[in-house]
Nanobody, 126 residues
Framework: QVQLVESGGGLVQAGGSLRLSCAAS????????MGWFRQAPGKEREFVAS????????DYADFVKGRFTISRDNAKNTVYLQMNSLKPEDTAVYYC???????????????????WGQGTQATVSS
């Protein structure tokens, strides 16, 4: 089992930044691939970004490319999502997710991840 705890959400004005963190504990060997997803009210959960164990492979949803950066510190068992140039449409609950290995065919699919955090709210005001 892997436990994931997100932090760093909050209220920010449009154009501002937030840095989300996701701390993993337990069987961290099962968190080789990590992802960030988000869910806005009335909408389905959607892929934001993912990263493999080494950090050498990162993927992003088109709507965050150039604005968000995913990274990880394996010594701290923590994954980060730096969010810059935030827009009101980025308002959502952001979830961290983990699976043992990265997969090129499924890294963007919520169903492919085994473990989930409780989420952290990010609100961007206009």
């Amino acid at each position: 089992q892997v436990q994931l705890v997100e932090s760093g959400g909050g209220l920010v004005q449009a154009g501002g930044s937030l840095r989300l963190s996701c701390a993993a504990s337990g069987r961290t060997s099962s968190s080789g691939a990590m992802g960030w997803f988000r869910q806005a009210p009335g909408k389905e959960r959607e892929f934001v970004a993912s990263i493999n164990w080494s950090g050498g492979r990162t993927d992003y949803a088109d709507f965050v490319k150039g604005r968000f950066t995913i990274s990880r510190d394996n010594a701290k068992n923590t994954v980060y999502l730096q969010m810059n140039s935030l827009k009101p449409e980025d308002t959502a609950v952001y979830y961290c997710a983990a699976r043992p290995t990265w997969n090129s065919n499924t890294y963007y699919s919520p169903a492919a991840y085994y473990y989930w955090g409780q989420g952290t709210q990010a609100t961007v005001s206009s």
